[in-house]
């Protein structure tokens, strides 16, 4: 596999406690983030365990050098796009000496103890100012069951294994994991009436996507080569591209979705590093006999040999009454990342094709990562058919789309034998009613 | 009329060289924006005749008190965002002062006279860092032709006259008048070819539209009222979106345009505030017999009396055989921005009706301002008809898309009797051969 090192060793251990076995956090992970404690200042920190080390502090205490302290300085203000925008060089030398700094072994514990604060008593930030958001739709599962409900009989349109289907998505509402999101108004029109009515939606969906943030960015009238694409990556997160069904459906011919999306985005705030999830790289799935073959624009070898990431998904939702009864959430689908029938880097070589530019801590959905059964769907309106199949919760209550309380919470996971698992950190918000 | 002082006075004259008769930026126009000069530090200014008053400068110099100093501190930085987020209030007194200056009778002549620049020595920049920018398809004749080369029985979707369709678009590939245009390469499928092929538009066309400044914005999850979406406009500007219509014709199903527009957006520099339009508010055109009424949340009587916007628009084509015989360019169209079927505030209003939130320097797009008339047709689609019925130039070219050295024009001017003409100063770029 490309790209392990010293970092990715499995029986590595750190001082910090509650590290070591982390479900997402141990020191084999390190993702960067933004937080900030009582005087709400946003510094940036990595997670370690259920404590965030401070890295300007870390810095200023002499702990980081070279690049690594560069990388650290060029995130000073809160906002992690001057950190992305050195690329894969500094970030890696600051993933090393973090590493170095939180080993079992690491000589400097007793400075640095002090650098730690609990993740509980910390508000975390977007890790970066986001110029803009793409959304793409490469779950190939996902574009063909929704394709189903509208086209029977023709469900991937002709445009779909050619292109890298995407639009571009809402900055300003994109929030991290814990904030609410509320129903929103809108237009909608149901098939038994004439004319559209204005009111809260009544189809309300969660979408199971990963997010993708850039690093160094492209100028404007110079693509990046498919072979120089995964370079522009500077690390991923969860991403919940929350839908109102209802307002989507009559709306969205013939310029795209956009209030029917536009109201809220919720990320996981963690940036999990390409460094990070070397381990859980895996070939492109070859395509079904008779797809056609990528444009070469769109081919790499190595790409296609390495560009896939292997990462357990997971969909959770806890209602009000699941809550109550002290129940776990349920999990309403289980996926992974291989479903999608692009890599990101073809995604980021057909973004830039046209001579688009990128910039340092800009965002790209994937599109809903559906698997090929109904347990993988990634979202109600396949996993209930459009509301004709409700879902069946433990405390018997049933969902067609999504009701005011009800919580959900998309996981990530990487897990391979021979490598320590880490996660994404949870995505989670909950509906609040419309107003 | 509303909103209507002595800013607006005809007979007004101002002390400034130039000014007076200037056909976009007489005394009564005073539109913000920002400038360089050779030490590249980016400022605020407000152009006036061929030149550029330095507001920064002018503010140091004691030459501004009050909310309009208030109003140039919070543009500090070289970008507008802070000043646009402050309002009506600030930008009137800002617009009263200058005005007070620069006027003939003005008693500061000597103190501000070397506060002005030629504008020629001048850089202009893009007038904000724009967060979000949402180009809405407001212009329903050209809703319509474009709709007729694709459904000749069905032009207008179902939804059009309910919804102010409208779509995210990309932010950072937005640039000032003046700067190139590089033909984009992408994607396309002739219609005698079976599988797509890769290389250079070759339709490549321009979209007349204006642009919308938004000034204060609203938080996440709180709509702005029709009535009070007026208020959230901060300027206009033309605005050309550049269109490759090969690669739209093939990527944009379902999900709307992508990089079809993405490659470039070219805008004019300076923000027309919504003070100096006053003048040419008009009636929203009432809507055809049989037409919907706007649904209530869309719907606001002040807006409807006096919403749009009585601006004659252009669009003028200069191709390198027409400048080596030294010809004026060649008016390809002329419109009004009154073809709008939605006023800006219905635009508002629609946007944010699901919560999502506007921020300080969002732009806005109305879509293109075609006419009834092939003559008033806005992009090339619609006048040549999709290539089938190419423009004769006074060189004896043809155009059916645009072709490498052209030089696309738009200008925009207010007119009416017993008021000072206004202009938006040009739009302007060349197109250069794709890489």
């Not at 809402?170 to 004439?194: C, E, F, N, T, Y």
């Amino acid at each position: 596999m490309v790209g392990l090192d010293h970092t990715h060793d499995a029986p590595a251990r750190s001082w910090v406690p509650g590290a070591d076995g982390h479900p997402d956090f141990p020191i084999q992970n390190l993702p960067l983030g933004v937080f900030s404690m009582e005087d709400g200042a946003k510094r940036a920190g990595i997670a370690i365990g259920d404590r965030i080390l401070d890295l300007p502090a870390t810095r200023a205490a002499g702990l980081l050098s070279g690049e690594a302290a560069r990388a650290v300085a060029a995130a000073e203000g809160g906002a992690l796009n001057g950190l992305l925008a050195l690329g894969a060089g500094p970030r890696r030398s600051l993933r090393e000496q973090v590493f170095g700094l939180l080993r079992a072994d690491g000589p400097h514990r007793d400075r640095a103890s002090p650098l730690l604060h609990e993740a509980s008593s910390c508000t975390l930030h977007l890790p970066a100012a986001i110029g803009d958001y793409t959304d793409f739709f490469v779950g190939i599962h996902h574009a063909t069951n929704t394709g189903r409900q509208f086209r029977p009989d023709q469900p991937l349109l002709p445009n779909y294994k050619h292109v890298p289907v995407g639009y571009h998505g809402r900055a300003s509402s994109i929030r991290p994991s814990g904030l609410p999101v509320r129903r929103p108004h809108g237009q909608a029109k149901p098939p038994h009436l004439d004319a559209p009515v204005f009111g809260p939606s009544r189809r309300l969906d969660y979408e199971l996507e990963l997010g993708v943030w850039i690093g160094p960015g492209n100028a404007l009238g110079e693509p990046v080569p498919i072979a120089e694409a995964a370079a522009q990556v500077a690390g991923f997160c969860l991403l919940n591209d929350w839908s109102a069904r209802d307002i989507q459906g009559w709306e969205y011919q013939p310029l795209g979705p956009f209030l029917a999306k536009s109201f809220s985005t919720t990320i996981s705030p963690w940036i999990v590093t390409p460094e990070a999830l070397a381990p859980f790289r895996a070939p492109q799935a070859p395509r079904p006999e008779g797809d056609p073959a990528p444009l070469p624009y769109l081919f790499d070898a190595a790409d296609q040999a390495g560009g896939a990431l292997d990462l357990e998904l997971e969909v959770l939702l806890s209602t009000p009454a699941s809550r109550e009864a002290g129940l776990a959430p349920h999990r309403v689908a289980r996926s992974n990342a291989r479903h999608m029938y692009w890599t990101v880097a073809q995604m980021v070589a057909h973004h830039t094709s046209g001579g688009c530019n990128l910039r340092p801590g800009d965002l790209l959905g994937t599109g809903t990562l559906s698997g090929p059964e109904p347990d993988s769907y990634g979202s109600l309106l396949e996993t209930t058919q459009g509301g004709k199949q409700p879902i069946r919760l433990a405390t018997g209550e049933e969902r067609r789309f999504l009701e005011d309380g009800d919580e959900v919470i998309l996981t990530a996971r990487g897990v391979r034998e021979g490598f320590a698992p880490i996660g994404f950190g949870a995505c989670r918000a909950t509906v609040l009613a419309a107003r």
